[in-house]
């Protein structure tokens, strides 16, 4: 488009203020007829592009014309009075006291259609979420469809609404097969389950939300663990050592360079970062944690920390507070607790002696501090008897205590012992020699050593796993596990991330926690989703996931199982947002349709049922059997639902 305005430089030089009659002149004088004849005194302009362009260079002509110079002395006073540092605010005429007579520049743009009407804010409230309403094609009242709400169970009659969409012929009255015309309409999935142990498993199908294995893993399975989760530890830095609460189901970690204590739960949340005194970050420097584990004792649930640096005990209550600071030896390293006293056991790294500690009264008790030998380095207790074992790092011996006085000191405990657990599974403590490379089973009667088991390299510390009995080893060259079972066979050379001083198996969520000091974090191990026993085809997992967010409505299953024996049990459940579970037993004796000679069973009582999140089936298949389930189905979306009028 093209537009001209007049080049006069010296008009309007007089007064910023020209009113609004003025500017009407003006404008009118600009644009007469009259002045139109001298061509000489006009500028061609074309604008390009939008209509923005035009209105914004429409307004910079005319503030150069009206001569409204940003600079100028009006400008500066409208601007400090009306506006904002950007430009002014509605300030159309100066003349007038309110300033909001009638806006002349800018230009107005030309305004757009509002999409909704007033009935907008009750349309999103029924009908939509704070992004804008769901399928509300036409807010018209009086065209607006009322839709009913989304029905939470799939009835027969909702079934056959959703599916008539999809049928295209009635079934042959004669066919041969009454579901012929079903296995040619409709999509098919198929699911192979095989039991390769003598024993009936039972097995869980869906059910994407609630977490739930396909089948418990066995305890020997300790080849299909994996990484569950990687949490980052906030505010600390270094974390060492590890202890799972079983007062509150917690797990905390000693953070030595920021001193802290990070507390998780169950599901890996951290609840709390617990500041230790002093606060100044290296100066207290936690390194090791126990806890009183005696549900008759008063501080049931009480964890204790080493300060390595700051020569103390802290305190920590069940409210996550730091309740007391106890004095302990020259660089506390290790401790832990004694539930047939209630005593408290500290190895002193420098001071080469042990403090004992009453765990209720938090006070050091008379016949403390006990000799060690030279740089003890770790602790272990036998919860049965009371009986204390120190390794002694530099001596190469592992010292024996009853609950105040030395009993006899193991010798040629290999090289640089570091730390001792006691395996309920064998009723023996288990000494590790960093330097040598093994692990000493010692014999809690006479306390002599009767078997030598090789590690990988610089094994450090060590911890039972009560789900499989099984003691796990950290390695910390080579970053592996060397698990021992109860006879002392052992599993060398399993690695999940970094290994260090920090580790410790978690009975209330069936994990294991790892400290990796140099990405300040917890690796948590936990069982694969299958037992070993069990194998599943990997469409399965494919088809669980896509459920998840689509879910789909069965029209038709076929359960064919190889051998004599049927499923057993076979149960649908469905989850409720309250966290219910409404379950319906199917029996296959009811359907079962031999074919070939094959154990065949046409389930129509699952047809109308969906497959979703919030869904299983559970089921036991007998041992060395193999069942192939054959699914026809439909997907839908979440706006079939609302294009639907349901009944």
């Not at 036998?382 to 006085?405: E, F, H, K, Q, R």
Request: hydrophobic share 35%; aromatic share 10%; glycine share 4%.
């Amino acid at each position: 488009m093209e537009r001209k305005f007049k080049n006069e430089s010296t008009l309007m030089k007089r007064s910023h203020n020209i009113g609004d009659d003025g500017l009407a002149k003006r404008l009118k004088k600009m644009f007469s007829e009259k002045e139109k004849s001298n061509e000489a005194r006009y500028v061609n302009k074309v604008y390009e592009g939008t209509d923005d362009n035009f209105f914004e260079a429409t307004n910079t002509n005319l503030s150069v014309i009206l001569n409204l110079d940003k600079k100028s002395e009006s400008y500066e006073k409208d601007l400090k009075r009306f506006g904002t540092h950007i430009k002014l605010i509605d300030v159309a005429d100066d003349t007038i006291p309110n300033k909001r007579v009638k806006e002349i520049l800018p230009l107005k743009k030309p305004a757009k259609a509002k999409r909704f009407k007033e009935k907008y804010e009750s349309d999103l409230k029924r009908f939509g979420t704070h992004q804008g309403i769901i399928n509300v094609s036409n807010d018209d009242e009086r065209k607006k469809k009322k839709l009913k709400s989304f029905p939470t169970n799939f009835s027969k009659a909702l079934y056959n609404n959703l599916m008539n969409k999809w049928k295209t012929r009635e079934t042959t009255p004669y066919s041969a097969n009454p579901f012929s015309d079903i296995y040619r309409e409709f999509p098919k999935l198929q699911v192979t389950v095989q039991n390769k142990s003598t024993e009936e498993k039972e097995v869980f199908l869906w059910g994407a939300n609630q977490e739930i294995s396909m089948n418990t893993p066995e305890p020997g399975d300790v080849q299909d663990h994996s990484i569950t989760a990687q949490v980052s530890v906030p505010g600390g830095v270094h974390p060492q050592g590890i202890v799972v609460n079983p007062a509150n189901q917690m797990v905390y970690i000693a953070n030595q360079l920021s001193g802290t204590v990070t507390v998780l739960d169950s599901t890996n949340q951290v609840v709390k970062v617990i500041q230790l005194q002093p606060s100044f970050p290296g100066f207290s420097s936690p390194v090791a944690l126990t806890v009183n584990n005696k549900a008759s004792s008063t501080k049931y649930g009480y964890v204790y920390v080493a300060c390595s640096v700051s020569n103390t005990i802290a305190v920590i209550n069940l409210s996550l507070n730091v309740v007391a600071s106890i004095p302990a030896g020259v660089r506390p390293i290790a401790l832990a607790f004694n539930p047939v006293n209630r005593l408290l056991y500290v190895a002193n790294l420098v001071s080469d002696n042990v403090s004992v500690i009453d765990a209720e009264a938090f006070s050091e008790v008379n016949a403390s501090p006990l000799p060690s030998g030279q740089d003890p380095i770790g602790i272990g207790v036998n919860p049965l008897t009371g009986t204390i074992y120190v390794a002694n790092s530099l001596g190469n011996t592992i010292s024996v205590y009853s609950s105040d006085n030395i009993l006899l000191t193991i010798i040629d405990a290999g090289l640089y012992p570091v730390s001792i657990t006691y395996n309920p599974a064998n009723n023996s403590m288990y000494a590790v020699a960093a330097n040598s490379n093994v692990v000493y089973q010692i014999e809690t009667i006479t306390h002599s050593i009767v078997s030598t088991i090789v590690t990988g390299g610089k094994p450090y510390n060590s911890f039972f796993d009560s789900y499989n009995n099984y003691l796990y080893v950290q390695n910390r060259v080579d970053n592996t596990f060397t698990i021992i079972r109860p006879d002392n066979r052992k599993i060398d050379g399993l690695s999940f991330g970094k290994q260090n001083i920090g580790g410790a198996f978690s009975s209330f969520n069936n994990s294991i926690y790892i400290s990796d000091t140099s990405n300040n974090s917890i690796n948590v191990i936990g069982y694969i989703q299958v037992s070993s026993s069990l194998a599943i085809d990997p469409d399965y997992s494919i088809a669980r996931e896509e459920f998840k967010s689509s879910p789909a409505i069965i029209q038709h299953t076929k359960f064919i199982v190889t051998g004599q024996e049927r499923l057993n049990s076979f149960r649908i459940s469905n989850f409720t947002p309250t966290g219910n579970i409404r379950s319906k037993p199917i029996s296959f004796e009811l359907y079962a349709s031999p074919q070939s000679k094959l154990n065949v069973a046409e389930v129509t009582e699952l047809a109308g049922t969906v497959i979703s999140n919030k869904m299983n089936w559970r089921f036991k298949l007998p041992g060395l059997h193999t069942v192939s389930i054959l699914i026809w189905y439909r997907q839908f979306e979440v706006i079939d639902i609302f294009n639907n009028n349901y009944k």
